[in-house]
């Protein structure tokens, strides 16, 4: 059956769609098992969205980079005996993330990911 240009258009935006949507579940799947994650539903302006932040405490050198560049006041430094510097970070309070991702491209050891 030919199709017309209109209906190979909306059938190209489907699929592009459903590619987006593959490859933001896939991401998702893909967090390692040994991050620790905190999940929050969060609004973002008036939009309704959902947050997994992905936190490797092993790798992370407790820099405080995250605490420095988040503008949400997400994460914070807290005291790790076992660290080099005495310090890791966690996370205070999921909801308040706006997924600017600032966090995790700064992130000098690639320990957090943001979905
Ligand atoms: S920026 Fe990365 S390495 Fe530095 S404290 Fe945050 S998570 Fe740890
Ligand atoms: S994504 Fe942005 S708001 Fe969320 S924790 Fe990272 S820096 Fe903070």
Redesign the pocket.
Known sequence: MLLTAKTEQASFRINIKKLRMEIAMSEKINIPDHYRRWEADIKIGKKEDH?T?GYWRDGCKGCGI?VD???????EIIEAKDKWNGQVVQ?TD?A?????????V?CPDFC?K?Y
């Open positions: 947050v932040i995250c560049v988040c503008p949400k006041q997400v994460w996370v999921a308040k993330c706006i997924k600017c991702m600032l966090c995790e700064h957090i943001i």
